[in-house]
Nanobody, 122 residues
Framework: QVHLVESGGGSVQSGGSLTLSCAAS????????RGWFRQAPGKEREGVAR???????IYLHSVEGRFSISEDNAKNMLYLRMNNLKPEDTAMYYC????????????????RGQGTQVTVLA
């Protein structure tokens, strides 16, 4: 069963914007922690933004002020609005969810999508 499906990636010029969307199953969407990770070739996976059960958002320092995570409870959708994109934002972006904060940040979260590629051209 597919629990998370990302969309909205693409190629954009530096300084441009993209909005990623994640359609979640009810089980995945009810997870306490849900958010976005990214991984570029040859680099470590890093958490970009996440929401907790109280709706509190936390961001990777390098994207603060440029990225915004949001959700639509009625549609079980998670979003990542990315403004002022930089070439170093180029990566595969994954939607992730897990009831456990430890497993959420680990290599095998309970729910993870297939990813959507974001490429920022200099």
């Amino acid at each position: 069963q597919v629990h998370l499906v990302e969309s909205g990636g693409g190629s954009v010029q530096s300084g441009g914007s993209l909005t990623l969307s994640c359609a979640a199953s009810p089980d995945a969407y009810s997870s306490y922690y849900r958010g976005w990770f990214r991984q570029a070739p040859g680099k470590e996976r890093e958490g970009v933004a996440r929401l907790d059960g109280y709706g509190q958002a936390i961001y990777l320092h390098s994207v603060e002020g440029r990225f915004s995570i949001s959700e639509d409870n009625a549609k079980n959708m998670l979003y990542l609005r990315m403004n002022n994109l930089k070439p170093e934002d180029t990566a595969m972006y994954y939607c992730v969810a897990d009831p456990s904060p430890i497993r959420y940040s680990g290599p095998n979260p309970r729910y993870r999508g297939q990813g959507t590629q974001v490429t920022v051209l200099a």
